[in-house]
């Protein structure tokens, strides 16, 4: 680990590594199961990960992703609102020019009537997502995982 610090609010952190990843919900989502599940999920992976938790307000995200410049932000719903909220939240981050390119991915239940559409799908990788992946789909996302720098560069078993 670098040994620069950043400021942030009262406290100190630490540069990072390239091998921590955030993982967290959106601020209309309680869930925290899911999150769990993901944090062993990615740390299966080789990656340290911070957990932000459940209801996590936009301003929160932007200041943790700023702070930590994690290797990748997940983010997951199950309350199926991640469509609509992870429209807001990642616009808000590619807004800011130190997470232009951070890989920001979602997944879970993404909306309330099923599974996305294609336009729908389409329409959240063009908004700056890097990876939309369903609430089935975890070999997907853990290919895209262990492409990131830091992460097992092998998929044995997956």
């Not at 932000?73 to 199926?80: A, D, F, K, Q, T």
């Not at 294609?118 to 700056?128: K, N, S």
Request: with cysteine; charged share 20%; net charge negative.
């Amino acid at each position: 680990m670098s040994e620069e610090v950043r400021a942030y609010g009262n406290s100190v952190v630490e540069e990072p590594s390239g091998r921590t990843v955030i993982v967290s919900s959106m601020a209309s989502d309680s869930h925290t199961w899911n999150l769990v599940y993901l944090e062993l999920l990615v740390r299966e992976l080789g990656f340290d990960v911070v957990n932000l938790g459940a209801c996590v307000p936009d301003e929160l995200l932007e200041s943790e992703c700023v702070s930590r410049r994690p290797a990748m932000l997940v983010l997951s719903s199950v309350n199926g609102h991640g469509y609509q909220d992870g429209l807001r939240v990642v616009q808000r981050l590619r807004a800011i020019p130190e997470l232009r390119r951070l890989p920001i991915v979602i997944g879970g239940k993404l909306g309330t009537g099923g599974p996305l559409s294609d336009e729908q799908t389409a329409e959240l990788l063009f908004a700056g997502f890097d990876g939309v992946f369903d609430e089935q789909n975890a070999a997907a996302f853990r290919h895209f995982a262990a492409t990131l720098p830091g992460g097992v560069s092998q998929l044995e078993g997956a």
